[in-house]
Nanobody, 117 residues
């Protein structure tokens, strides 16, 4: 099975930046993945933040477009989310998700991002 571990979260001031990482391990040999980042704030639904396909196409939520950047490093089996110009409303637990070509998905445990005003 695939295991995903997020890291890079923390407490930052509004306007600050973080680089979140999602590293995969386990039975990923020969696999092809789509990758994405989601977030969930207290009392809110989990929402898609950014996604990247195996072909390199990216999609972003309107709320983060222009501020967040998703990227992928196949050699390291790691997907990144660069988060810039952070706002207090970005405060949430950020989760990564990898999806196999057959549609089966794996989720990480999440990393907390807290943005203070």
């Amino acid at each position: 099975q695939v295991r995903l571990v997020e890291s890079g979260g923390g407490l930052v001031q509004a306007g600050g930046s973080l680089r979140l990482s999602c590293a995969a391990s386990g039975s990923i040999f020969g696999s092809i993945f789509g990758k994405g980042w989601y977030r969930q704030a207290p009392g809110k639904q989990r929402e898609l933040v950014a996604a990247i396909t195996t072909g390199g196409s990216t999609n972003y939520a309107d709320s983060v477009k222009g501020r967040f950047t998703i990227s992928n490093d196949n050699a390291k089996n790691t997907v990144y989310l660069q988060v810039d110009s952070l706002k207090p409303e970005d405060t949430a637990v950020y989760y990564c998700k990898w999806t196999r070509t057959n549609g089966f998905s794996y989720w990480g445990q999440g990393t907390q991002v807290t943005v203070s005003s």
